[in-house]
C-alpha cells in the first residue's frame, strides 16, 4: 500500500531558528517523486520543494530543503531562519512514477506555528 | 497569469441535494484533478481529468462525477448529498504527465 505518515500534528518553532517537519512514506514502486506543499488558512496549497526518488543530491529551494534519505524512507522537510509568514499547515506527499493517473498521495498533515 | 481558479468559494447544501463545483486551470495545463479535504485531514485524490476523459479514480462512490469541457475546465458533481461530504474541494491542474502541480484555493462545501 502506498502511504505517507506524518506523525507531529502540530510544532513549535521561534522565529528566526530552523525546524525539520517529519515524513514518512511507504511504496513498492522503485520510482516515485516527494513533495511538500504549504497550506495556509485560505485553503490553496503552495508548492514547496521537491525530490525525485533518483535525485543524488537533496532538493533545496530557498529557505526550504529536503532531507531525503531512501533506505528509511523519509523525506523530512528543512525551514530555516523561520518566519511569522510561515505558520501554517504543510503536507507531504508522493506520485508514484509509474502511476499514469498522476494522483498525489498525502499525509494528515503538521501544523507549524512561528513564535515572535 | 491566472492560476486555478474555483467557484464558489463556499456552498452551503442541504443531504440529498446534489451540488457543481467548478475549476479553470492554470493557463498551458490540460489536466485536472480532484481531491477532497475534511477538516483536520489531507486531501484524498478523487478523480483526474485528462483530454475529456477521465484518467484515473479514487475511492470515491459513484455520487461524484466529474466532466471536462474543450476548454480544459473542469466540474466536480456530488448527487445525494451526506453530512460527510463536508469538506474542501480542491481543483489541481497539470500540464499532461508533468509533475508541476497548481491548487486552486477549494470550495468549501458544508451540507446541513
Known amino acids: 500500500a502506498q502511504k505517507i505518515t506524518q506523525t507531529q500534528p502540530g510544532m513549535f518553532v521561534q522565529e528566526k531558528e530552523a525546524v525539520t517537519l517529519d515524513c514518512t512514506y511507504d511504496?513498492?514502486?522503485?520510482?516515485?517523486?516527494l513533495f511538500w506543499y504549504k497550506q495556509p488558512s485560505s485553503g490553496e496549497m503552495i508548492f514547496l520543494i521537491y525530490?525525485?526518488?533518483?535525485?543524488?543530491q537533496n532538493a533545496t529551494e530557498g529557505r526550504y530543503s529536503l532531507n531525503f534519505q531512501k533506505a528509511r524512507k523519509s523525506a523530512n522537510l528543512v525551514i530555516s531562519a523561520s518566519q511569522l509568514g510561515d505558520s501554517a499547515m504543510y503536507f507531504c506527499?508522493?506520485?508514484?512514477?509509474?502511476?499514469?493517473?498522476?494522483?498525489?498521495?498525502f499525509g494528515q498533515g503538521t501544523e507549524l506555528s512561528v513564535k515572535p | 497569469d491566472a492560476g486555478v481558479t474555483q467557484s464558489p468559494t463556499h456552498l452551503i447544501k442541504t443531504r440529498g441535494q446534489q451540488v457543481t463545483l467548478r475549476c479553470s486551470p492554470k493557463?498551458?495545463?490540460?489536466?485536472v484533478s480532484w481531491y477532497q479535504q475534511a477538516l483536520g485531514q489531507g486531501p484524498q485524490f478523487i478523480f483526474q481529468?485528462?483530454?475529456?476523459?477521465?484518467?484515473q479514480r479514487g475511492n470515491f462512490p459513484d455520487r461524484f462525477s466529474g466532466h471536462q469541457f474543450p476548454n480544459y475546465s473542469s466540474e466536480l458533481n456530488v448527487n445525494a448529498l451526506l453530512l460527510g461530504d463536508s469538506a474542501l474541494y480542491l481543483c489541481?491542474?497539470?500540464?499532461?504527465?508533468?509533475?508541476?502541480?497548481?491548487f486552486g484555493s477549494g470550495t468549501r462545501l458544508t451540507v446541513v
Open positions: 489541481a491542474s497539470s500540464s499532461g504527465g508533468g509533475f508541476g502541480y497548481t
Open positions: 511504496t513498492s514502486d522503485p520510482s516515485y517523486g
Open positions: 525530490q525525485g526518488s533518483y535525485d543524488q
Open positions: 506527499a508522493m506520485r508514484p512514477f509509474f502511476d499514469q493517473g498522476g494522483k498525489l498521495i
Open positions: 493557463s498551458g495545463h490540460d489536466t
Open positions: 481529468y485528462y483530454e475529456e476523459e477521465e484518467r
